[in-house]
């Protein structure tokens, strides 16, 4: 039997349903979620992504501020509005979009968002905050692959789970939200020798690579839940994933598609932790 489809595209909807409500009541009350988005530079993916983001706020009902820069701006000068930014009570989360361009050191950029306004919960306070079980903002990535495992109903106590691609953004944190979840998580690498053998004990596979349809059905375990973080775009304009979709759907149990797999979610969670953001400071009040 052909896997069952993850639409990241249907679960996001709903999600953010309820995100509009929630923004809605907040409103009510004098407190509209605000959310800063920076995008420096013309990089075409970026004005996609940070496009949509925009989007998703306001038709939740948020406050957004899109702020674009040139390409040559200078780093000083990008500090200087994450900082303007830190201090502006309207605003419960600040976005920088990346890549940053080459001239910018994107840590130093990451580290200077105030930590409880880094709704990408890429700071370093987060990341540990992350590491130790008490997360303040989960990175949005990963946060929305753990809705979608929700919705396939598999019990992760003891799983072996997977995940190909050790990034910050995405593979580490990930692998650590499984983990918190009681899987017997293998975070594998450029260098990991026999790929194959890890994919195949894995009950749930989560590929995070950037390389199109590396992951293929003769890799995976029968039955498997197989999430696809990768959006590449090939010579012909199309989008695929990490996985090759058709050998996969074959072989896997649940399998996310790309497009309308992990991208929708990834916003969901940018708004989900913009919510969170405000609540929180509510709470502290
Ligand atoms: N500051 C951040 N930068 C980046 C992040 C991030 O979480 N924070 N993640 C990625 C890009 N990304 C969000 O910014 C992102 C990528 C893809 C999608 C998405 O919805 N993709 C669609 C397809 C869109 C298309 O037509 O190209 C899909 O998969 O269906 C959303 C967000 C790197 N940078």
């Known amino acids: 039997m052909p896997a069952q489809l993850i639409s990241g595209t249907e679960l996001a909807a709903s999600i953010r349903e309820q995100i509009a409500r929630r923004a809605a009541e907040l409103t009510e009350l004098g407190h509209q979620p605000g959310l800063a988005v920076v995008l420096v530079g013309e990089d075409p993916a ?24 040139p390409a040559n701006t200078t780093q000083t000068e990008l500090l200087a509005l994450v900082n303007t930014l830190n201090h502006d009570d309207t605003i419960h989360g600040i976005l920088v979009q990346l890549p940053l361009p080459s001239h910018m050191d994107s840590h130093s950029v990451i580290e200077a968002i105030a930590a409880h306004k880094d ?22 990535t990963p946060y929305g692959v753990m809705k979608m495992l929700e919705l396939t ?43 194959k053998a890890h994919c195949q004990r894995a009950d ?43 050998s996969a759907k074959a072989v896997a149990g649940w399998i996310t598609p790309v497009p309308g797999g992990v991208g929708p979610m990834t916003i969901t969670m940018l708004l989900q932790n913009t919510i969170e953001a405000v609540e929180r400071r509510l709470s502290q009040h």
């Open 46 to 69: 970026s004005q996609v992504y940070v496009r949509n983001k925009v989007a998703a706020c306001e038709k939740a009902g948020f406050k957004s501020i899109m702020h674009r820069l």
């Open 204 to 246: 749930v596979l989560v590929v995070a690579v950037g390389r199109p349809n590396m992951v293929t059905g003769d890799m995976i375990k029968p039955g498997a839940v197989v999430i696809d973080v990768g959006i590449n775009r090939l010579p012909n304009g199309q989008l695929c994933g990490d996985v090759d979709f058709e």
């Open 119 to 140: 709704v990408d919960g890429f700071h370093v306070s987060n990341a540990g905050l992350l590491m130790t079980g008490k997360p303040l903002f989960r990175p949005c």
């Open 153 to 195: 109903g598999i019990n992760l106590r003891g799983a072996e789970a997977v995940v190909i691609g050790a990034s910050n953004i995405v593979g580490k944190p990930q692998a650590m939200l499984l983990l918190q979840q009681g899987a017997t998580v293998t975070l594998c690498n450029s260098k990991t020798k026999d790929l």
